[in-house]
């Protein structure tokens, strides 16, 4: 039989033992929840088939969902959307020199039959897309982590850029079929 004082030390232990283990277990459940991909990949598989959810050649595997998908990259994330305002923030979180580190890059577009060549500094691209904010970043790196195409690029394609320049004169190429390929030259 236990003494009164071994009674009180036996529970004091299983209380120690609960506040210590409940809290961990908590976080343990919440941090799998909200940042395992597999956890993630057990529902969206079935949106979208799993193909499209393969890892993105552009990131490394450490780049999680989380990573683009949540409001809160910090021990927990709190809230997870799939729209530009939130991705595109975070996109910024990682690729804030994105600007900086594009200035020697060009986007290269060959009309068929080669006579008319458009081309511009990556870094203008940006400056007068994101800094004028007529587009964020998904609006036009749209696949970067999810690329449904069959032959899969990772980078952007001149069907995004077809979404808003449409000026028949001005923007001729994105109106002809089939539609000529981006070309990114120089820098990394």
Same mark, same amino acid.
């Given at each position: ?11 004091g ?21 909200t940042?395992d ?7 969206? %598989? ?11 050649t552009?990131?490394?595997?450490s ?9 809160? *990259? ?6 997870f959307?799939?729209? %530009?305002?939130?991705?595109?923030? *975070? ?7 994105a600007?900086?580190? *594009?200035?020697?890059r ?14 511009w500094?990556?870094s ?9 904010? %007529?587009?964020?970043?998904t ?9 449904s195409? %069959? ?30 390929r981006?070309?990114?030259v120089?820098?990394?």
């Amino acid at each position: 039989m236990l003494t009164t004082r071994q009674k009180g030390l036996l529970i004091g232990t299983a209380v120690l033992i609960i506040l210590v283990l409940s809290p961990l277990l908590l976080y343990g459940v919440v941090r799998h929840t909200t940042w395992d991909r597999d956890y993630c990949l057990s529902c969206h %598989t079935s949106i979208q088939g799993e193909e499209f959810w393969a890892q993105s050649t552009k990131h490394k595997p450490s780049v999680h969902c989380q990573y683009c998908h949540a409001s809160n *990259n910090g021990l927990l994330s709190t809230h997870f959307s799939k729209y %530009t305002d939130l991705v595109s923030f *975070n996109c910024r979180q990682c690729h804030w020199n994105a600007m900086l580190k *594009n200035e020697a890059r060009k986007v290269k577009v060959t009309m068929p039959g080669g006579e008319k060549v458009y081309e511009w500094k990556l870094s203008d691209m940006y400056k007068w897309h994101v800094a004028k904010q %007529t587009a964020t970043c998904t609006h036009c790196h749209y696949n970067i982590a999810h690329d449904s195409s %069959t032959e899969k690029s990772y980078q952007p394609s001149i069907e995004y850029c077809a979404g808003c320049h449409y000026h028949a004169k001005k923007d001729d190429y994105v109106r002809i079929d089939p539609l000529p390929r981006l070309v990114f030259v120089g820098g990394k």
